[in-house]
């Protein structure tokens, strides 16, 4: 449920902020690096694959932690 409720907000609240800095000086744009692409599409894939079974363990956790590591090194050195 937390899932599909995150990608809601995601779905509205991104166009809305693009249409919202229409009339200022430096307008958002839809533009994302591919490396982001690749991240989001890999977050997406190990989330769906850790709770597809409705359990959590241990290691599933410090999987999700490590990837998160891992993604905000990646995002450091972009």
């Known amino acids: 449920m937390i ?5 809601q907000v995601a779905v509205f609240l991104f166009p809305l902020l693009v249409l919202c800095s ?5 307008a958002l ?5 591919p490396v982001f692409i690749v991240a989001l599409l890999l977050t997406a894939i190990v ?5 597809g079974d409705g359990e959590a363990t241990l290691f599933e956790g410090v999987a999700l932690v490590a990837l ?7 995002t450091l050195y972009e």
């Open 3 to 7: 899932k599909n409720s995150v990608s």
């Open 22 to 26: 229409l009339p200022f000086a430096h």
């Open 29 to 33: 744009t839809f533009s994302i690096a």
């Open 47 to 51: 989330v769906w694959q850790i709770t």
């Open 68 to 74: 998160y590591v891992i993604l905000a090194v990646v």
